[in-house]
C-alpha cells in the first residue's frame, strides 16, 4: 500500500496562497493518480483536484477551479497543490489520496481512491 505524507498546511489571510504537497514513499509510484480532497468542521469530504500519473491529465472541483493547481513531479513522488486568491470557505483538513486505477471512474469520488494521508490543516482568515 501506498504511504502518502502531506506537508505545506498553515494560516493564511484571505487573497494569500499556500502551496501543498504530498510526497508518496517507498518505491516510484506506481500508482494511476493522485487527488486532493478537503473535509471541513461537520462537511462531507469534498473533491478539490486529482492528476493522473502518467499522462498528466488534472480533474478540478468546482469550488477551486481557476484558483488552483495541481501540478506532480514524476521524479519526486510528489504532487503539488498550489492554492490561490484562498478564501475563508476553503479552511479545512485537506488529504492526499492515491488510486491504483481500478476503481477509477470520475476523479471526483473518495470510494475511487484506495490510499490516504494523515492531512493537513488549512486555515484561512478573513
Known amino acids: 500500500q501506498v504511504q502518502l505524507v502531506e506537508s505545506g498546511g498553515g494560516l493564511v489571510q484571505a487573497g494569500g496562497s499556500l502551496r501543498l504537497s504530498c510526497t508518496a514513499s517507498?518505491?516510484?509510484?506506481?500508482?494511476?493518480?493522485l487527488g486532493w480532497f478537503r473535509q471541513a468542521p461537520g462537511k462531507e469530504r469534498e473533491f478539490v483536484a486529482a492528476v493522473t500519473w502518467g499522462s498528466g491529465a488534472t480533474y478540478y472541483g468546482d469550488s477551486v477551479k481557476g484558483r488552483f493547481d495541481i501540478s506532480r513531479y514524476i521524479a519526486k513522488n510528489t504532487v503539488y497543490l498550489q492554492m490561490s486568491s484562498l478564501k475563508p470557505g476553503d479552511t479545512a483538513v485537506y488529504y492526499c489520496?492515491?488510486?491504483?486505477?481500478?476503481?477509477?471512474?470520475?476523479?471526483?469520488?473518495?470510494?475511487?481512491?484506495?490510499?490516504w494521508g494523515q492531512g493537513t490543516q488549512v486555515t484561512v482568515s478573513s
Open positions: 489520496a492515491s488510486s491504483d486505477g481500478s476503481r477509477w471512474y470520475t476523479a471526483r469520488n473518495a470510494n475511487e481512491y484506495d490510499s
Open positions: 517507498g518505491r516510484t509510484f506506481s500508482g494511476y493518480a
